[in-house]
């Protein structure tokens, strides 16, 4: 029992964080507060509450949101796969200038106030480049594999909700560093990077689509 908590409690950050990426993030997450290491942390910070919330909402009622709506979860794989292959084919066609990156240098003023900063939060860097729509569908597919069995759905949210919590501990860890990492990397190893975690994005949206697709049919998936 104890080996298949551990699993599960694994399987959350494993399924969520190739998708999430947040390294594609840390640009946009480093030029949104320049310098200023202050600034940096509790963006960080605020960025991953969002981002808990997010996860777990989705994971504790996105099933029943979806039941109330008459959607089912094959659907939502195929369309939450859809969008995950668009955004890993549009990140590795992009060119540098990224149109969110753009937006960023366009509406940032000399001098945020942390205020500012705080309430830059949500968009773009919570929503839609780290929790996005196929984060949000593989959150909804992980609350969906929950038994229903009262004590066995108790201890399997708790245990997911730990693996957003780790999940999220990630997502702060890479944003709150994002400046040393992108000087580490420099401009090579961070185009690098980003084309190469587009390229699994995309392997990873085309293998939820299937999975959607063979649930309909009736198909075993592998």
């Not at 997911?160 to 040393?180: D, E, F, I, K, P």
């Not at 390229?199 to 689509?209: K, S, T, V």
């Amino acid at each position: 029992m104890v080996v298949d908590l551990l699993h599960s409690l694994a399987l959350v950050p494993l399924t969520l964080l190739p998708i999430m990426n947040p390294l594609s993030a840390a640009p946009v997450f480093s030029m949104t507060v320049g310098n200023d290491t202050t600034a940096a942390r509790q963006l960080a910070r605020q960025v991953a509450i969002n981002c808990w919330f997010v996860l777990v909402g989705s994971m504790l009622v996105g099933t029943y949101v979806l039941s109330l709506f008459g959607i089912s979860l094959p659907i939502v794989r195929i369309g939450g796969g859809l969008l995950v292959a668009a955004s890993g084919w549009r990140m590795l066609d992009r060119n540098d200038d990224d149109e969110v990156q753009a937006a960023v240098k366009r509406s940032q003023p000399s001098g945020w106030s942390h205020a500012e900063v705080m309430r830059r939060s949500f968009f773009p860097i919570t929503f839609p480049l780290t929790t996005g729509p196929g984060a949000i569908a593989a959150a909804i597919a992980i609350g969906a594999g929950l038994p229903r069995q009262l004590e066995l759905y108790l201890s399997g949210a708790f245990v997911a909700v730990l693996g957003a919590t780790v999940t999220v501990g990630v997502v702060y860890l890479v944003h709150r560093h994002s400046a040393t990492l992108m000087r580490r990397l420099g401009e090579v190893g961070t185009l690098v990077m980003t084309r190469l975690m587009a390229f699994i994005l995309l392997c990873i949206g085309i293998e939820i689509i299937w999975t959607g697709w063979a649930e309909l049919n009736g198909i075993p998936p592998h």
